[in-house]
């Protein structure tokens, strides 16, 4: 019956979809990357460094107690 719709998409519109959908599926994989990037810490900032309590274990940051008046 050459009146009857079919309900699959044609080769055209397949191909053109999955590549729409793998240029999509690259800009937000970018757009991760780049936001990971933005909340990276360098590597020897204080909350990565393993040695920070060593070395503050001194009290040499400590505060005196009277300071706070």
């Given at each position: 019956m050459p009146d009857e719709k079919t309900t699959e998409?044609?080769?055209?519109?397949?191909?053109?979809?999955?590549?729409?959908?793998?240029?999509?599926?690259?800009?937000?994989?970018?757009?991760?990357?780049?936001?990971?990037?933005?909340?990276?810490?360098?590597?020897?900032?204080?909350l990565g460094d393993p040695t920070w309590e060593e070395n503050a274990a001194d009290g040499h940051l400590d505060v005196p107690e009277d300071a706070d008046d």
């Open positions: 998409p044609s080769t055209d519109d397949f191909s053109n979809s999955l590549d729409r959908l793998k240029k999509q599926s690259q800009d937000v994989k970018a757009r991760i990357e780049q936001e990971k990037r933005k909340h990276d810490l360098p590597l020897d900032s204080n």
